[in-house]
């Protein structure tokens, strides 16, 4: 019988921008690896197109994320844990702020060198910004490699705001309610 970490663990979800030259695969939330399909770095390259790769990026990390609140979602209620929702809300003004505020935590992250600027809402909405000239300077594995340093930075963000916003909660509500 497999149990619900395992279960969370397991989680693997594919998705493909909008463009359909972008892949990108999400695993237990730890890893996540973004690929070019079809030699499609070239064409990005070839055209100085900065802003159309930093859109697509943008939505295949917005799908991605929200391919896995879907996937994990269902393992949850696959081991007996309730959603909530408007019907039936969080039991407690601590759970249900928690969940209201933690929708709109911003995060930043970027490369070393800031060629590539990721911003996060909620774990659930993803903006990249990209300089004109990082196409010029790397090729694909270089910016792949800045794309993941650029998400390693970003996550370790969200995990800050977070950290913070629970601990805020933690002390508003200590005393007073679960």
């Known amino acids: ?31 996540r690896t ?8 070239e064409g990005y390259y070839r055209h100085r197109d900065p802003e159309v790769l930093a859109h697509q990026l943008g939505r295949a990390a917005t799908l991605m994320a929200a391919a896995y609140q879907k996937t994990r979602r269902q393992v ?20 249900r702020e928690y969940l209201d505020r933690g929708m709109t935590l911003t ?3 970027s490369s070393p060198d800031r060629e590539i600027q990721l911003m996060t809402t909620g774990l659930i909405e993803f903006h990249v910004d990209i300089k004109p000239d990082a196409l010029e300077r790397h090729n694909e594995q270089g910016f792949l490699h800045l794309v993941d ?9 969200y995990q800050r705001v977070h950290t913070a916003l629970r601990h805020e909660l933690y002390l508003k509500y200590q005393g007073r309610e679960r």
């Open 1 to 31: 019988m497999n149990t619900i970490s395992n279960d969370l663990n397991e989680i693997a979800v594919t998705v493909t921008s909008p463009d359909g030259r972008i892949e990108g695969r999400a695993e237990s939330l730890r890893y």
């Open 34 to 41: 973004l690929r070019f399909l079809h030699d499609s770095y």
């Open 76 to 95: 949850m209620l696959a081991h007996g844990f309730e959603r909530s929702s408007a019907i039936r809300p969080p039991f407690s003004s601590r759970h």
């Open 107 to 109: 995060a930043q992250g």
């Open 149 to 157: 340093r650029a998400m390693d930075d970003l996550q370790a963000g």
